[in-house]
T-cell receptor, first 112, second 111 residues
């Protein structure tokens, strides 16, 4: 089936550093979404992107819908301890698609 | 507003036993999904539903059955549990099959 290649798989950073992660595919997507999963919880939506080239922010988080529609990027500025968790990208292939394709996740660990 | 509620949160089964996980949503969403999450494997779709009375297979449906008799509920059943089904199960719902709202998860251990 369709696959999203999410990288990096894990990150170990110092508090205060900026973080970048991305998701790529060989397929064109209609919608890109970024979720965060806190330890022991279900994923929670961070940002949804609906148009190629769209750049959307949510506090210290910024995500972009790649211009080719085959990729998306998430940046976190000035990381804090509560940013720890697993970040998932997800894509919807077209408006009629009944399910999302998920990336494998990026596990973020922050050293205080 | 409860969102998506999963019960039970934890369960331990012996091999061969059966059980049902219940997912309930109060957002009048059409789409509902069951995922399993294993270490290093991300989220894998088991079954999903696009409306009351409908079900469809995801990428890992073997050993599971589902039912959606009421719009707000989506049940995941294991008829004969196996150790390979030890996992964390997440239910999710959506209005348009893109923005998913997830439950808190159900952790299942099969001995």
């Amino acid at each position: 089936g369709q696959q999203l290649n999410q990288s990096p798989q894990s990150m170990f950073i110092q508090e205060g550093e900026d973080v970048s992660m991305n998701c790529t595919s060989s397929s064109i997507f209609n919608t890109w979404l970024w979720y965060k999963q806190d330890p022991g919880e279900g994923p929670v939506l961070l940002i949804a992107l609906y148009k190629a080239g769209e750049l959307t922010s949510n506090g210290r988080l910024t995500a972009q819908f790649g211009i080719t529609r085959k990729d998306s990027f998430l940046n976190i500025s000035a990381s804090i301890p509560s940013d720890v968790g697993i970040y998932f990208c997800a894509g919807q292939l077209n408006q009629g698609a009944q399910k999302l394709v998920f990336g494998q996740g990026t596990r973020l660990t922050i050293n205080p | 507003n409860a969102g998506v509620t999963q019960t039970p949160k934890f369960r331990v089964l012996k091999t061969g036993q059966s059980m049902t996980l219940l997912c309930a949503q109060d957002m009048n969403h059409e789409y509902m999904y069951w995922y399993r999450q294993d270490p290093g494997m991300g989220l894998r779709l088991i079954h999903y539903s696009v409306g009351e009375g409908t079900t469809a297979k995801g990428e890992v449906p073997d050993g599971y059955n589902v039912s959606r008799l009421k719009k707000q509920n989506f049940l995941l059943g294991l008829e004969s549990a196996a150790p390979s089904q030890t996992s964390v199960y997440f239910c999710a719902s959506s209005l348009w099959a893109n923005v998913l709202t997830f439950g808190a998860g159900s952790r299942l251990t099969v001995l």
